[in-house]
Nanobody
């Protein structure tokens, strides 16, 4: 089982990035997919999640109305469109997969599979 995240980079405040995560060796449509982020010295924090058929999404309040999570079950891909980026969005971003239902308030311990992370840096 593997998750491969990509799309990170350096962007100016107010800019946009689109992160992608490709899943392999799993039945993608069985999994809830999420994005988390982590900065040095801090715990990994929830960013966004989408359920198996894309009819439920959750976002952390700090990214609401700026970030959009989506998935394509035909391509085994999940995306995070990030707009109006701020310096405080700077972090390593991880995609994660969870078997079972999507609930509000799930944290990193509730996810079973993790990708390797992609760095997002927002300059002021």
């Amino acid at each position: 089982v593997q998750l491969q995240a990509s799309g990170g980079g350096l962007v100016q405040t107010g800019g946009s990035l689109r992160l992608s995560c490709e899943a392999s060796r799993l039945t993608f449509s069985d999994y809830v997919m999420g994005w988390f982020r982590q900065t040095p010295g801090k715990e990994r924090e929830f960013v966004a999640a989408v359920n198996q058929n894309s009819d439920i999404t959750y976002y952390d309040g700090s990214v609401n109305n700026r970030f959009t999570i989506s998935r394509d079950n035909r391509k085994n891909m999940v995306y995070l469109q990030m707009n109006s980026l701020k310096p405080e969005d700077t972090a390593v971003y991880y995609c994660a997969a969870r078997l079972g239902r999507l609930y509000k308030g799930l944290d990193s311990a509730d996810y079973h599979v993790w990708g390797q992370g992609t760095q997002v840096t927002v300059s002021s």
